[in-house]
C-alpha cells in the first residue's frame, strides 16, 4: 500500500447536471453525488474532497453567504473539502461568449466575478486549501471559425480581463481544454490563447478524456497529432503522441482530471459533443490511466512536477444508471488511488 497522501483526491459534482435535463436524463441532486462520494472506498481508503459546478440546482452563483456557511458546514461534515469552482460563463446559465459583444462580455466577467467570491469565502471558512477557477471561451467552434484571428483576439482580451478580477481574490483561471469550445478546439489553439493572454494567474486545466481528442485533431484537423491510419494497438505512437502534448500544455496546466476515453466524441442534453468519459473499467477505454496520467504529472525527465495539488475525476455524462451505482465510484476512486501510487508523494 503506497504511503502517498497528494495530491488529493476529489470528485467532481457536475456530472449530476452536466448533460442532463430536459433533454436528457433528470438531474441528480448534491447530496445524492456526495454520498456517491463520501460512500467510496477501496482499502480503507477514500475521497478528499469535491470539485464544484456554480449552478443551480447544486450551489446557486447568487449564493448568500449564509448559503455558503451552509455548504462548507456540508462538505465538512462529511469530511470532505472543496477544490476547483466551474464558473458558470455561458449564456444558458446567465454568462456570455467571451468573444462576443460588449454584453455577452460584462455577464462572461460578471460570472467569473461571483466564482472569485464565493471561492474566497469557501477559503475564509477553511474548506477549500487549493483548486482554481475553470472557465472556457462560452463559444463554438463554428462561430469562432468565422473569424479566427479576430476571434482569437477577443477571447484572449477577455480572458485577461478575467485574470484582473481573479487576481484581485487569489484566484487562478484554467482554461478547459476541449474539443468543442472555439478557440480552444485544437491544442495549437489552446497554446496561442494561453500565449496571447500571458497573465501570471492563468493556465489550463487539462482531461485526459478530452486531451486525447487533440491527438485526433477532431474540430482541428490540421492539428492531428496521431496520423491517419493510427490502430489504437500502436502503444509506442500513442506515447509519442502523448509526449509531444504534453510537451506543449505541461507547462501551462495548473488543474488535472485524471480519465478514461474511448477514442470517441460524446454529447447529450445541450451538451456539445467532446471526449467521451467512459467509466474507470470501461474495457473500450484507449488510455492506461495511470500509465498516461504520468506524461502530465512528471517532466520530460521523468521527474514529479508536483504542480497540482489536487486530482479530479469527471464522469460527465455518464448515463445516470452508471452514475447511481456505488461500484462506478469505488472503481473510479481505485483507478485515482493507482494514479496517486505511481506519480504521487508524500507530505
Not at 449530476?16 to 481508503?45: C, R
Not at 474540430?219 to 506515447?239: G, K, Y
Not at 473510479?332 to 488511488?337: K, Y
Request: charged residues 20%.
Amino acid at each position: 500500500m503506497t504511503t502517498n497522501n497528494y495530491p488529493k483526491l476529489h470528485n467532481a459534482m457536475w456530472p449530476g447536471l452536466v448533460g442532463k435535463g430536459p433533454d436528457s436524463e433528470p438531474l441528480i441532486d448534491l447530496d445524492t453525488m456526495l454520498e456517491l462520494t463520501v460512500n467510496a472506498e477501496v482499502d480503507g481508503q477514500k475521497f478528499d474532497g469535491v470539485d464544484f459546478f456554480l449552478c443551480e440546482p447544486h450551489v446557486d452563483i447568487d449564493s448568500t453567504a449564509d448559503d455558503i456557511k451552509a455548504l462548507a458546514d456540508k462538505i465538512s461534515s462529511k469530511g470532505l473539502v472543496a477544490g476547483t469552482l466551474v464558473a458558470p460563463i455561458w449564456g444558458p446559465a446567465g454568462g456570455g461568449s467571451a468573444m462576443g459583444n460588449a454584453e455577452d462580455v460584462k455577464r462572461f466577467l460578471t460570472q467569473v466575478r461571483k466564482s472569485c467570491e464565493i471561492g474566497q469565502q469557501l477559503c475564509e471558512l477553511g474548506v477549500r486549501p487549493y483548486g482554481v477557477i475553470r472557465i472556457d471561451s462560452a463559444t463554438g467552434t463554428q462561430e469562432w471559425a468565422l473569424d479566427p484571428v479576430g476571434n482569437q483576439k477577443k477571447i484572449a482580451a477577455t480572458f485577461r480581463e478575467a485574470c484582473a478580477i481573479a487576481a484581485g481574490y487569489g484566484e487562478q483561471l484554467a482554461a478547459e481544454g476541449e474539443v468543442c469550445w472555439g478557440g480552444m478546439h485544437g491544442w495549437q489553439n489552446m497554446v496561442q490563447l494561453l500565449e496571447m493572454v500571458d497573465q501570471p494567474n492563468m493556465g489550463f486545466q487539462a482531461d485526459m478524456a478530452h486531451t486525447l481528442l487533440y491527438l485526433l485533431g477532431v474540430n482541428a484537423p490540421e492539428q492531428r497529432i496521431l496520423p491517419q491510419d493510427f490502430e489504437w494497438s500502436d502503444t509506442e505512437t500513442l506515447q509519442q503522441g502523448l509526449r509531444k502534448l504534453t510537451a506543449a500544455l505541461r507547462p501551462w496546466t495548473i488543474d488535472f482530471h485524471v480519465a478514461q476515453n474511448d477514442g470517441t466524441v460524446h454529447g447529450s442534453g445541450t451538451h456539445d459533443k467532446t471526449g467521451r468519459h467512459c467509466p474507470a473499467a470501461d474495457p473500450n477505454g484507449k488510455l492506461d490511466v495511470a500509465r498516461d496520467a504520468g506524461h502530465w504529472l512528471r517532466d520530460e525527465s521523468g521527474v514529479l512536477t508536483k504542480k497540482i495539488p489536487h486530482l479530479c475525476w469527471d464522469g460527465c455524462m455518464f448515463s445516470n444508471e452508471v452514475m447511481l451505482q456505488q461500484q462506478t465510484w469505488n472503481d473510479i476512486l481505485s483507478a485515482m488511488l493507482n494514479v496517486r501510487a505511481a506519480h504521487g508523494w508524500s507530505a
